[in-house]
């Protein structure tokens, strides 16, 4: 069987501490699958009779590579699915499994740009624009990768990539799309709408989060997408809006104080996620609300988790979702973890640190 060289992969852990991620080669025969990591390149081999539970998934334009060797699993991805009908093969006459298929989180920036409450297909354009000091106090609503423990680190392809939009690009009131075309991720969309306002009993008319009363912030912008391998692993992202007036924001957050908005939330995000062209979106059952703590009295918090299938990952993890709001500034905390009762002190803390910058900067903007 042919060997096959395949270049522009990312590995995460490093092979030894500190060692590179990226840029990785991968180098497979029948023999060994050897790594070359880093600039100048430093090679790792490994025999395929020591890599164990190897899997190979294609998924939303990517691939991803797991093997354990030495007690330890690693991941490979990459961007682009050039050579992997030939991966394919070496890797299932190994005795490896090969999922094919269409992504089950394969969702558009069109559709990543509506994730978070209030940006609905239907709202308006604003004509009143803000200047730079609100745009910059938006950006440092977000999360850092500062606020999180060592071992974490940002991740351009992380799963939450996919319902995120890039760190840093700004979507502001007058930004536009292509029409609402029948696609999946529209239907996808449409699908979430569903099962949130069926959940919360609100009709789409008067829905803000994703019905037709939606109103567009003047900016929103992104964190990183942040990923760890301790405990399980697991990733942290953040999309801080700003509205031009603080009514809009009392009026979003008054539908979010309604009883059931947390669980119902991350219900619809877990649907967003799963949706896909032809298939069913209905949530995936047990989602549970959550009340993070709130230091400052003003400051809003609401939130939920839900257990869901993460396809390139081939593992389960919990969806976690949590709207703060105050001010001018409603912020989203999404996150995947392999236990929300296990990561609650870390996502407490978060949302405490998204709490003090939206009191402070609503403090600075009155």
């Not at 025969?29 to 009779?49: K, Y």
């Not at 995936?284 to 609401?302: D, E, I, K, N, Y």
């Not at 979702?321 to 392999?338: F, M, N, R, S």
Request: with cysteine; glycine share 10%.
């Amino acid at each position: 069987m042919s060997a096959v060289a395949s270049a522009d992969w990312s590995v995460r852990p490093p092979f030894v501490p500190n060692g590179p991620t990226e840029p990785v080669t991968l180098l497979v025969d029948d023999a060994a699958l050897t790594q070359l990591a880093g600039v100048p390149p430093v090679a790792w081999q490994t025999p395929w009779s020591e890599l164990g539970d190897v899997e190979l998934v294609r998924a939303a334009g990517r691939v991803g590579l797991a093997a354990t060797v030495g007690g330890v699993r690693y991941l490979w991805r990459r961007r682009g699915v050039e050579g992997f009908d030939a991966l394919a093969a070496l890797v299932e006459a190994h005795g490896g499994v090969v999922r094919r298929g269409r992504p089950r989180l394969a969702l558009v920036v069109v559709a990543a740009a509506v994730l978070v409450a209030s940006v609905a297909a239907g709202a308006v354009a604003w004509l009143v624009r803000r200047g730079p000091d609100e745009l910059a106090s938006a950006r440092g609503a977000n999360l850092t990768l500062a606020d999180l423990p060592p071992g974490w680190f940002a991740n351009t392809e992380g799963v939450l990539s996919y319902i995120v939009p890039p760190a840093d690009k700004v979507y502001t009131s007058t930004t536009t799309t292509a029409p609402r075309a029948s696609t999946s991720a529209n239907r996808a969309f449409d699908a979430a709408a569903s099962v949130f306002q069926g959940c919360l009993g609100v009709s789409a008319r008067a829905d803000r989060v994703y019905g037709s009363a939606g109103q567009q912030p003047d900016y929103q912008v992104s964190s990183a997408v942040f990923e760890s391998n301790l405990g399980g692993g697991g990733e942290i992202a953040s999309v801080a809006q700003y509205y031009r007036t603080t009514t809009m924001v009392r009026r979003d957050t008054a539908e979010m104080g309604r009883a059931g908005f947390g669980r119902c939330f991350v219900d619809s995000q877990a649907a967003l996620l799963l949706g896909e062209e032809g298939q069913s979106t209905a949530a995936p059952p047990g989602a549970l609300s959550w009340r993070p703590h709130t230091l400052l009295s003003s400051v809003f918090a609401r939130g939920g988790y839900v257990r869901l299938d993460v396809p390139l990952l081939s593992v389960r993890l919990q969806l976690v979702v949590a709207v703060v709001t105050h001010g001018h500034y409603e912020v989203t905390l999404d996150a995947l973890v392999p236990s929300f009762q296990r990561a609650r002190g870390l996502l407490d803390a978060l949302v405490a640190t998204i709490q003090s910058r939206v009191s402070a900067a609503s403090a600075r903007a009155a």
